[in-house]
Structure formats: structure tokens, C-alpha cells
């Protein structure tokens, strides 16, 4: 292998010898020539790979004719050398031959065309050097122990070791070995050549696969200098690259033969197309080199500068070529991809004829060519060819003679096929590349690449297509080795682990169930579940491992360790038997996906342990906020549902859910989430982790965690729901809070439910009582009531014991203000000043006389506490404040006009059984829908207004609403400017131009007549069709839009954003379109 | 099963609380903070039927909160699913794997594979109802089932089961509609 690419250079070397001087002394001449040995050696190793594609024929009459010129050579020199100094020469080199020897003949098993080193030295040599060496002791010793040591010296010598005074060879051997790693410096040493012809063993023996390994310094001592000789550059025509430098090379020799050699060190044929390589220390030299030399255009001759001339020599790392046999891909065209196998390789390796399954679409062939020019483009699917079908379309495929495959083939349209698959001749490297370790041909691949029914071919002739019979036998040997590691593992223990449960399946004690204690290779001990069991007193029973099984009942949770599922858990839902299978299996509900898998029990370990599932990509993970990028609009973002090999399914904010791969996130979103603040329909704050139920929409009536929230999207964890891990999407208007271990966190001052905590809410003291930080306050609107900051108004955006950080409304600024210093004058939306007087709502008469206390100074607001700790009076589960909600009911309890002092109306304001019946935390009171926009507009005596509540009443279709109607609340939402409305008394219709304080309205009729008229001498006309209408309830409370269409009890409008909106039809006012 | 049983549990007081109705205070928190907990090896505590007032002892001071911790003595009704116990339960939700249960707050998964041969594949997607082959069954959303517990997790404050239908005398024993009554 190695003398290959060399060869020629090496009997070129000898008489291109520049200074060639063959009546030189002998020691000059000959250390000469080691030089130039050595450094056409290592020319050789990189001329190597390029000129490795020499048929194997030339090379061997190559090395023939090197080695007859090299005896030549030699002959006559060593006859004019003087004996004396020939010989020591020569032993020497038979000596530290012994050695090279013996590996060289190893190394030719393995290589087998080096008889070059066989011919030097026959084996006797080696023998007779080492026992003459122990000359004296031999005479000594009988035949038979002479025998013995030199069988011993033989194997020593073999293994390196040296005896007696062949130390000094080996001493030197080891040098010239470090020598060699060090090194390999172009400039050969002296000592080196006077060991002339070990030098050339040692780099023959190099060349094969001896060591390669050079470190950066000495390789940066290979780069040529000026010193060397130098390239120069011929073009010639594409593929004559060889040879022409064949024909140098045999100009070389014949000018060599007639005692005028070429000044030339060598010629290459790097891998350059069209260009040769001349090296040389005179540029004259080369011209005559390349005189005469057809095929060379002399004058491109051009010198490669130094720099260059690494470049010139660097191998690219050459794929590894191919081979008859061998699988390849196609990496053009429609074939792109698919498997090929390589039936004979031409042009030395240039070009190769492949078998490829076709891709014929024959129904091109009818097409009108216009259009077959876009079907083309279309690739089509594998089939084998069929000369019967082809003549069934018409057309004919002839039997024509393969030149290549020496065989008749059909052809049809340019192509040859044979036995079904197509032939055909491809370039190497541009067509197809070799199928490589990490991408070898799949037994898909292969299974498609098989052609089974060889029955119906014409060809085949019973037997199978050759190519056909490599993917079988190769889908064989996948398949079995597959076979091999499938079962590999599992019999041997029976995926056994100690303390794993096991069942006894065989022998006495079948049955029996207990814990594994110790496993060996064949037996394991058992310690019996049942204590009762009495067993000789030992405790632990011995099995054989094939006795016992591995016992996973239902109900138990598990892991799978093994297996296409390893590393999932879930809960055993059921354990059969399946037919054929000696192994129970399991049908597991995986935690992760909610999914049924089947897995053996012996995959099985029971195990506490739940996981994710494939719980993280790319940094995201399962039921991460993410923000999605692309799709329409900038701000959607989304819960990761799965998390894929290679992608999420993520269910966006619509509740759409859509697989995305890494790159489309940009980013995560879970503390915004975390921090994230939303209000139910009844205005309860919520949180992620929170429990709510939800109140409308297609979810309605489910109960769920809120997993995650994106601004009023609340991406809800339902565990019984198996679709997108269990996460949906709400609104956060739609949903109900729920839950009690809500709000007796967030209830310190929550008064109403537990007596707990009765000392806030009764504001017994300020601070004195309070033991917990009071986060009621965070968030409200306070008044400051003295201090620097006197009559501002602000948000509370943190508390301690002593201090509140109240956030001006008014500046930007943050001030610290003593917590008696601030009364809470409103939620976090907005100031209202009648807080302190609306506080209407304590459930018991603790609480009213706590209320009764209002007008005192205490309750002036000189008591934050209190005023903290109102909303949660009201309703026992709201701790929001919602100005409308409590106009309503003061309105309606009052019974009064309002807006008066109610203080003195306390004691008829709903009993605490009233209130408990409202059931505020459970269902939704219809007042709550109220926006709080429209609490300004109350006006009418609320006894007189039933018919109007009722009609909303039961359109709301709560059934806390009858509650409503008792208290005499009126729900007169509607009850606004700009709606339409009927007069009771005349069904004339008008539209609401003005509200009074009072609760009556002045309406114009359409005559443009105006009349002052209550709440309930009008009712709302239903809107129609195309009517403008304003919705006065559900999420969309206040949208005003165009009625589109009507849909059973839901009505579809478009608001002046263009949006559409669906919203139930009875929570809809008539409204004028104009102004 | 419901049981009672003596358990103990400890309350974290702020000072605040310490007065007269010290003890008073002690047994709502203990009530609030243990019913409806799901105790790993006992069960869910149903209620809080006693708690002997004279049994709270003092309480230990903690250096660096100042709270106070009481150990409380309580006896408790409890529901712990054992398995192979049969119980009654409510469906409250059908999908294609099966449906679940809930026997008071314990939730139940009733697996396909655990239901009788002719049920097996009569998930009915439209109606969320698992029905049975001859149309006999029908096991939907507000049904009562008799089942069997087969497994059960503990998990953090939270108990699950899996039972079975597919046995004599289990499966559906109400219909839903009459549950009322």
C-alpha cells in the first residue's frame, strides 16, 4: 500500500538525483542517496492518497521495475565500494533487520504485496545472528538445551528484547524510534544516514500505519523553506493529470539510463484538476523535464510560492472510496437520499454503476409536456420498474445490451433496469456519497430496497435480484443483532432488582409474594410478605431467578427503567397476560401525557418518583409561559402542554394549541405570571395556584387550577382532563375563585368567615392587635390624613406592621406613612370618598355595631384597619371592593334615597341570614355582573322597581338571582343614556337622553317630546339585527357595538374595533346609534 | 372506611392570640389548618370530632419567632381508601381512558382495563359516557358506581385511587337521576 504512491518517485529519486554523482565516495553517495530517500518518503506518505487510485496491475509493474533499478543501483556501487567499511555497514542492518523483519512479516499477512522485505532478508539470517552472538556458550551445551535457548533468544528477539552484545543495536533502535517521534526533521541527521538502509526500513515501515502522530512543532519543521526545492505549476487537460506524470517519469528514467539525468526531485499529481506539480531546485531542469512531454502546456509553467506549497500537498481528508458492494446514497435529484448499492466501480473509482430502486412516474408520460414539466419537479415514489406496465401505457422498453454490467438490461427512457431497479452510471462523489457511520442504511431503507415478490418478474427467474439478496442478508444481521441486545438484558435477571416485590411462578410456593433480599446469578432469597408464613425459621426463602417474576400490581405507581418508554411513571392501571408472552404486561397511565402505555412488567420499578415526561428542551419545560413568536399577533404567548424530542405543543392564549419548535420562543413569561394579579366575575383577586371554578363559556362548571396567567387569560390545571396535559384557557371574567385556603391566606382581616379574625376586623386598637402583616391594605387606595403628605391619595403598594409605602396618584413617588396616617378610601382602580361611610355590609351584629361605631370619630377613618378590612365584610369571600356592586346592595337595603348618611339605616341593612343565603363564594350574585362604571346612575326608589329586576333577574338565569329579587335589588344596569326604552303606560318608545340623581330619567319620545319617567315605568326594548347595542353584563360589560345576528339565546356583535363578540342576547340594551 | 382515631398535631401561634381564649383559638386553627387534609398514612380528615381542651398543654416558645407551638391532641373522623374495599362513588368525569369517581373528597380512576369485558370499548365521545355493549350501562357524569379500590397514591396533602368495576356487584348502582332520592 504505502509503496504505492512512492514508488515511482522512488525510482525516479535515484536518478533525479540533483547532484547526482555516482563516482563520488562511497560514504558521500550513499548518505546522498539516504537523503534523498528520506525525503521522498515522506513525499510518498502525501503523494499517497493521491495517486491511490493506480489500478493495482500498474502499481505492481512499477514496483517491479523499482526494484530491479534499485538492484541496479546498487550493484554497481557496492562493487566500487571498499569491502572494509561495506561490511560493518551491512551487518549492522541486518541486525536491526532481525527485528523490522519479523514485524514486516507480520505486517504482510496483513498487507501482503511488501515482498520487498522478504527479498532482503531471509529468516535464517535473523537466527543465525543471534545464536553466533552466544558462541562460546554454545560449545558447552548439548544440542538439545541449544535448541531451548535459541527457540528463547528467537521469541525474544521478537518481542525486542536484546541479549548479549546486540545491546548496542537495540540501544540505537531505540533511539532511532524516539528519533523517529521526535522529529522527522527533513534534514537527516548523520547518524541517520550511516544507518542508510535502516533508515529507508524504518520509513517503509512507517509509510503503512506507523505512527502518524505529529505534534504541531514538528510538523511545523516539515513546511518547506527556501532551501528546498521548489514546485512549479503546469496545467494540463482534466484527467490526463496521471498521465503526464507518468510520462515525466519515464522521460526521467530513460534520461537516468543515458547518464543524464533530469534535475527534477519529483513530479505530482496533487488533487488539483489539470494542474501537475514539478519539484525542483532549478527551474531550467524543469523546463527540459516537461519539454517534449505532450499534453503539458509549457507555458503555463509558474513557480508555487513557498507559502502555497503546503497547499498544494494538502490532502483533502479523501472520502473513503467506494466499492463494489458497498451501500451509497444519491445526493441529486429526485433520487436524492435514497439507498444505492454499488455494482461496479469504473473509471478507478471515478464513476460507479448503482442499483437504486426507481422513481418513475410513468403517468408523466401521458401528460401535455407543459404540464409534465410541473410534475417533474414533483419527486416521485419508489417503485420497481415493470416492463409489463410500461407496455400496458404504450410505450416500449427494449432489452439492450449493459456494457458495464456485461448483461441485457431493459431500457426505457434513457435508463437501464434491470430485475426492476434502476441502473445506473453515476460520478463518485457529485452523485452519490458513501452511506457513513452515523447515517447507515435504515432497515426501513433497506426493507424498501429488498424486492420481495420476484415471483411476477420476468427476470428473476426464481431466484432474487443480488442486490436484493445484500439488503435481506444485511436486514438479517440487523435484525438479529437487534434480536441480541432486545434480549440481552432482559432474561438475565428478569429486570430483578433487590427490594423489588416478586411473585413466586413455579414450584411449592407458587404464589407466594414477598421482597427480593439478595440476587446472584441464578438464585435469588425472597423474604415472604407474609408474616404468618412459616418457614423453618429462616425468614428468606432461595429461589432459582427463573422461579420468580417481578410483581407490579394495579394501583401501583411506577417507572418504566427500560424500554421505549424508560423514565416515564404513572399509576398501573391494569396487569395482563398477553398470547405468546411469558412476561406479564402492564398498561400504565402515565402521569406526563395521561396516555395508556403497555410495558412489560419487568421494565417495571415501583417507585414514588413522577416524572415530567420529557420535561425539558432548550431550556423550556413543561407548562412554561412562553411568548410565541410569528403567527399574526406580536403578544401571543402560550403554556408548553408537551415538550417533544424536537418540539412544544403549546396552547396560546386562545386556547389554540399549535407545535412550535425552539426557535419560535422567545422566551418565558413564568414570573410575569407568578406576579400576575387577575379578578374573577366577582372581582376576587387571583393568583396562579388558586383554585377557581369556572362560571361561563365552554369550560363552564369545571373546576381548575390556575396554572399559569397572561394578563385576563388564565391558563387553567385540571387534572381530570387528559387533552393538553390538562391546561385549557379561560378568561379570567369567567371564572369564580374558590376554594377556602384562598381566602384564609389572603384574609387577615377577613371578619366574616372565622372569628379568627375578629380582632382586626372589630378594630379593637390599631396596630396593637394586628399579628400578621396585614396584606389586605397592598393595593388599596388610601387617603394620607396627616403629615407632609396630608389629603393625598394613593395606592398602597406595601405594608409593614408599623408603615404603609403609599404610591402617590398624584406625583411619582413613593412616600412611607404611619398606617394610622392612611385611611382606605377605594380597591386599587380608583378612590372613592363614600367608602368610609359604604361599609354596609358586616354580617353579624358584631360587625353592625362595629358599623354603628361609623359615625363615631373611630370610625372617621382615623382606623385603616377598618376600612382595610371592609371589602371582605360584604360578601365573606370577596376581598375587592366593587363600587357598583355596593351601590346596589346599599341601594337596595337602604331603602332610602341615596347617597344620604346611612349610619342610621344600619340595623335594617340585611340580616347575616340574608347574606349567607346569597351564597357569594359559591355562585354568582347577579349583581356582581355589573360594570363599575354605571354606579353613578342609580336614581330610582329601589321599592318600586321590581318588574324592572325581575326581568333582568331571570335572564340572568342564576339562581342567586332570586335572592336579588327578594332583597328588592334592582338591576336596572340598563338603566343609562343613549338606551332605548318602551313606556310601560302607552308602549310608546324613547330613548334615555338624561339620568337624574333621583333614579328617574328624562327620555324623548319620538316625537322628540320629553318626559321624565322612573326605572320602572320603562322597560328595555330587545334589540334587532343591525340595531347598535350596548352589553350590560358578562365579560364584555360596557362594549357598545352592532348587533350582527341573533343565535338561539347568544347574539354575535361587532364592535368598533371590528371584533366580534359573542354575547348572550339577554344581557343586551338597545342603544341609539347616533351621537 | 370512616374511622376515628387519636391524632396529634401543632399549632403555631403568634402572640397575639394568647388571652383568654387561648384554647378556643388553638382548636379553630386546628380545625382549619387539619380538616380536609389528606394524611398520608390515615386518611382524609373528614372532621374534627374532639378536641380535649385539657390536654393542650403549654406551648414552647420558638427563639426567633416568638411563636408559641402547641402540641394539640385531637380525635378525628378520618376516610382512608383500603384496597380491595369496596366503596360507593360518584363519576364526575368520563374520558376515553376511563372515568373518575369521588367517594367525598377521595378522588377514584376507574381505567377501562378495569372495567367489565362489554364496557371495554364503549366510550361514547358524544354523550362522555361509558356504555356497555347491549346499551344496559351507562356510566356518565353524575352516575353513583360501586367500586373497588385496587391501588391508591399518596401524594402531598392529596389522595388518589384506582379502583375496578369489574367484579360481581360492582359498577353503576344509580343512575343519576334518582340520586336524590
Known sequence: ?1075 | MFYVKQLEHEIVLTPVHFGPKLKATIVRLLKEEVEGLALANYGYVVNVIEVPEDQIKSGIIEYDSGDVVFTVKYTALLLRPFINEVLDAVVTQCNALGFFAFCGPLRIFVSKHSMPEEMFNGFDGSKDAWISDDKEVVISSGCGVRLRIKGRTVEQGNITAIGTIKDNYLGQIDDGETMES
Open chain 1, 1 to 1075: 500500500m504505502s509503496a504505492r504512491g512512492g514508488k515511482f518517485f522512488r525510482g525516479g529519486k535515484k536518478f533525479l538525483r540533483p547532484v547526482a554523482n555516482d563516482d563520488d565516495d562511497d560514504e558521500e553517495s550513499s548518505s546522498e542517496e539516504e537523503e534523498e530517500e528520506e525525503v521522498s518518503t515522506k513525499q510518498k506518505s502525501t503523494a499517497n492518497a493521491n495517486l491511490s487510485s493506480d489500478d493495482s496491475d500498474e502499481d505492481d509493474d512499477d514496483e517491479d521495475d523499482d526494484e530491479e533499478e534499485e538492484e541496479e543501483e546498487e550493484a554497481p556501487k557496492k562493487r566500487k565500494a571498499a569491502q572494509a567499511e561495506e561490511r560493518p555497514k551491512k551487518t549492522k542492518k541486518a541486525k536491526m533487520s532481525s527485528f523490522f523483519d519479523e514485524e514486516a512479516e507480520d505486517d504482510d499477512d496483513e498487507e501482503g504485496d511488501d515482498e520487498v522485505y522478504g527479498t532482503h532478508h531471509d529468516p535464517d539470517d535473523v537466527v543465525r545472528k543471534h545464536y553466533t552472538a552466544d558462541d562460546i556458550r554454545k560449545e558447552q551445551m548439548d544440542e538439545e538445551a541449544r535448541e531451548i535457548m535459541r527457540q528463547q533468544d528467537l521469541r525474544r528477539s521478537r518481542m525486542g528484547y536484546g541479549i548479549g552484545n546486540q545491546e548496542r543495536s537495540v540501544q540505537e533502535m531505540a533511539k532511532e524510534i524516539e528519533d523517529r517521534h521526535r522529529m522527522q526533521n527533513r534534514r537527516v541527521d548523520r547518524s541517520v544516514l550511516d544507518r542508510g538502509a535502516v533508515s529507508r526500513q524504518r520509513f517503509d515501515e512507517d509509510a503503512p500505519g506507523g505512527p502518524e502522530v505529529y505534534t504541531a512543532v514538528s510538523q511545523q519543521s516539515l513546511v518547506p523553506s527556501v532551501s528546498d526545492p521548489s514546485f512549479w505549476m503546469i496545467s494540463c487537460s482534466n484527467g490526463k493529470e496521471q498521465e503526464m506524470v507518468f510520462q515525466i517519469m519515464n522521460k526521467c528514467v530513460a534520461h537516468a539510463r543515458q547518464g543524464r539525468p533530469l534535475g527534477i526531485c519529483g513530479v505530482i499529481a496533487a488533487q488539483s484538476k489539470g494542474r501537475i506539480y514539478v519539484e525542483s531546485f532549478s527551474e531550467p531542469a524543469v523546463v527540459e523535464a516537461i519539454e517534449g512531454v505532450r499534453g503539458l502546456l509549457q507555458y503555463t509553467m509558474k513557480l508555487v510560492p513557498i507559502k502555497d506549497m503546503t497547499t498544494v500537498m494538502t490532502v483533502v481528508p479523501k472520502k473513503k472510496p467506494v466499492k463494489k458492494n458497498e451501500w451509497v446514497r444519491m445526493t441529486r435529484g429526485h433520487y436524492k437520499g435514497d439507498l444505492a448499492l454499488v455494482l461496479d466501480v469504473r473509471d478507478s473509482g471515478l464513476k460507479c454503476v448503482v442499483q437504486v430502486v426507481p422513481r418513475l412516474d410513468l403517468s408523466l408520460l401521458d401528460l401535455p409536456p407543459e404540464q409534465a414539466r410541473v410534475r417533474r419537479k414533483i419527486k416521485p415514489p419508489q417503485k420497481f420498474f415493470n416492463p409489463q406496465e410500461v407496455a400496458s401505457m404504450g410505450r416500449q422498453s427494449i432489452r439492450q445490451y449493459h456494457r458495464a454490467l456485461d448483461a441485457h438490461c431493459d431500457f426505457f427512457e434513457n435508463n437501464f433496469y434491470r430485475d426492476g431497479y434502476l441502473i445506473k452510471e453515476v460520478t463518485v462523489g457529485s452523485m452519490i456519497k458513501p452511506t457513513t457511520d452515523e447515517n447507515p442504511p435504515s432497515l426501513d431503507e433497506l426493507q424498501r430496497f429488498r424486492r420481495k415478490s420476484s415471483k411476477d418478474d420476468r427476470d428473476s427467474d426464481g431466484d432474487e435480484n443480488e442486490g436484493s439478496k445484500i439488503a435481506a442478508s444485511l436486514l438479517d444481521e440487523l435484525s438479529d443483532l437487534q434480536g441480541k441486545t432486545g434480549l440481552g438484558k432482559a432474561p438475565e435477571s428478569g429486570g430483578l432488582l433487590i427490594g423489588d416485590t416478586v411473585e413466586v411462578i413455579e414450584g411449592d410456593l407458587v404464589g407466594m409474594r414477598g421482597k427480593l433480599m439478595s440476587l446472584d446469578q441464578t438464585t435469588v432469597k425472597v423474604k415472604p410478605n407474609d408474616k404468618s408464613l412459616d418457614l423453618g425459621g429462616t425468614g428468606e426463602v432461595e429461589f432459582l431467578a427463573s422461579q420468580v417474576r417481578k410483581f407490579i400490581a394495579v394501583g401501583h405507581h411506577v417507572k418504566v427503567m427500560d424500554g421505549r418508554y424508560a423514565n416515564e411513571t404513572g399509576t398501573v392501571v391494569a396487569v395482563e397476560k398477553l398470547d405468546g408472552e411469558t412476561d406479564l404486561t402492564a398498561v400504565v397511565l402515565t402521569d406526563a401525557t395521561r396516555k395508556e402505555i403497555s410495558v412489560r412488567t419487568s421494565q417495571l420499578r415501583e417507585s414514588a418518583e413522577v416524572s415530567v415526561g420529557q420535561n425539558s428542551l432548550a431550556g423550556y419545560e413543561l407548562f412554561d409561559l412562553v411568548v410565541l413568536s410569528g403567527g399574526g399577533s406580536a403578544n401571543e404567548v402560550g403554556v408548553i402542554v408537551r415538550v417533544g424530542l424536537e418540539d412544544f405543543t403549546v396552547v396560546n392564549n386562545h386556547g389554540i394549541n399549535r407545535d412550535v419548535r425552539p426557535e419560535e420562543l422567545r422566551g418565558k413569561r413564568n414570573t410575569m405570571s407568578n406576579r400576575a394579579v387577575a379578578l374573577d366575575v366577582q372581582g376576587n383577586q387571583m393568583r396562579c395556584g388558586d383554585s377557581v371554578n369556572v362560571a361561563e363559556g365552554p369550560h363552564k362548571g369545571k373546576a381548575a387550577t390556575i396554572k399559569r396567567m397572561s394578563r385576563a387569560q388564565l391558563f387553567l390545571y385540571s387534572q381530570t382532563r387528559l387533552e393538553h396535559a390538562g391546561i385549557f384557557v379561560v378568561r379570567s371574567r369567567s371564572c369564580v375563585l374558590s376554594g377556602s385556603r384562598n381566602q384564609s391566606r389572603t384574609g387577615a382581616g377577613d371578619g366574616g368567615s372565622t372569628p379568627f379574625a375578629t380582632p382586626q376586623s372589630q378594630s379593637r386598637g390599631p396596630a396593637g392587635g394586628r399579628g400578621k402583616r396585614d396584606d389586605a391594605l397592598v393595593g388599596k387606595t388610601v387617603r394620607i390624613q396627616a403629615g407632609q403628605w396630608k389629603g393625598y391619595l394613593g395606592a398602597v403598594c406595601d405594608a409593614t406592621a408599623t408603615h404603609v409605602q403609599v404610591e402617590l396618584h398624584s406625583r411619582l413617588k413613593k412616600v412611607m406613612v404611619i398606617r394610622e396616617r392612611v385611611a382606605v378610601v377605594g380597591d386599587k382602580f380608583g378612590a372613592t370618598e363614600d367608602m368610609s361611610q359604604n361599609d354596609p355590609n358586616s354580617q353579624n351584629t358584631a360587625a353592625a355595631s362595629a358599623y354603628a361605631a361609623a359615625a363615631t370619630p373611630m370610625h372617621g377613618g382615623a382606623t385603616p384597619m377598618h376600612g382595610g378590612a371592609t371589602p371582605m365584610h360584604e360578601s365573606g369571600g370577596d376581598e375587592v371592593w366593587r363600587p357598583g356592586a355596593m351601590d346596589e346592595e346599599q341601594v337596595a337595603d337602604n331603602s332610602g334615597v341615596w347617597g344620604a348618611d346611612t349610619s342610621s339605616e344600619k340595623n335594617t341593612f340585611g340580616s347575616p341570614a340574608n347574606d349567607a343565603d346569597d351564597g357569594w363564594g359559591s355562585s354568582q350574585a347577579g349583581n356582581t355582573w355589573q360594570p363599575s362604571g354605571e354606579k353613578q346612575e342609580p336614581g330610582v326608589d329601589p321599592n318600586q322597581s321590581a318588574p324592572a329586576d325581575n326581568q333582568i333577574a331571570v335572564k340572568h338565569e342564576e339562581p342567586a338571582m332570586a335572592t336579588d329579587t327578594d332583597t328588592n335589588n334592582n338591576n336596572d344596569v340598563w338603566f343609562m343614556e343613549r338606551v332605548c326604552v318602551q313606556l310601560k303606560s302607552d308602549e310608546r318608545s324613547a330613548v334615555i337622553k338624561e339620568i337624574n340623581a333621583d333614579k328617574t330619567a328624562v327620555v324623548e319620545l319620538d316625537d322628540r317630546s320629553t318626559q321624565t319617567v322612573r326605572v320602572d315605568e320603562v322597560s328595555r326594548v330587545n334589540p334587532k339585527e343591525k340595531d347598535m347595542v350596548l352589553v350590560i353584563g358578562g365579560a364584555d360589560v360596557g362594549v357598545e357595538g352592532e348587533l350582527v345576528c341573533i343565535d338561539g339565546t347568544d347574539a354575535i356583535l361587532k364592535d368598533s374595533n371590528e371584533d366580534f363578540k359573542i354575547v348572550d342576547f339577554v344581557l343586551l340594551a338597545k342603544i341609539t346609534s347616533d351621537n
